[in-house]
């Protein structure tokens, strides 16, 4: 029995449609989220910064990148770890993508607020 070129194309696009199927959006909903949570550990540390000689100095892992090297070190690290966890609770789950992405822009909104030289400068000493 010869298989013909309908049969192998029919059978090439129900792989496909299973391949697509079995995806789950939890993933990208973690990267989304976790990369507004990073984005407003920045600015939170920026604007903390400014309020707080004592986590100003705890910031300053290199005298010759000053503060600027905590912020970014901790934001990174913030990042990771919810990316982590979110990544680990979602990976099997399908999550809605608008909302993770809304979620994510408000958090990045919120950080580049705080890290607006205007608005933290308006906190220094």
Avoid at 59 to 75: C, E, F, I, R
Avoid at 103 to 124: A, D, H, N
Wanted: with cysteine; charged share 10%.
């Amino acid at each position: 029995m010869a298989i013909n070129t309908a049969q192998k194309t029919s059978a090439v696009k129900s792989t496909k449609a299973s391949t697509v199927a079995a995806v789950t959006t939890g993933p990208a909903a973690a990267a989304f989220i976790s990369a507004g949570v990073g984005c407003l550990a920045i600015g939170i540390f920026t604007t903390g910064a400014e309020l707080s000689a004592g986590l100003k100095s705890f910031l300053q892992w290199d005298a010759g990148v000053g503060p600027l090297s905590g912020k970014t070190g901790y934001g990174v690290i913030i990042y990771f770890i919810a990316w982590a966890v979110m990544h680990y609770m979602w990976r099997e789950k399908n999550m809605d993508l608008k909302k993770s992405l809304i979620i994510g822009g408000v958090l990045t909104l919120i950080g580049l607020l705080l890290t607006f030289p205007p608005f933290f400068l308006s906190f220094s000493h």
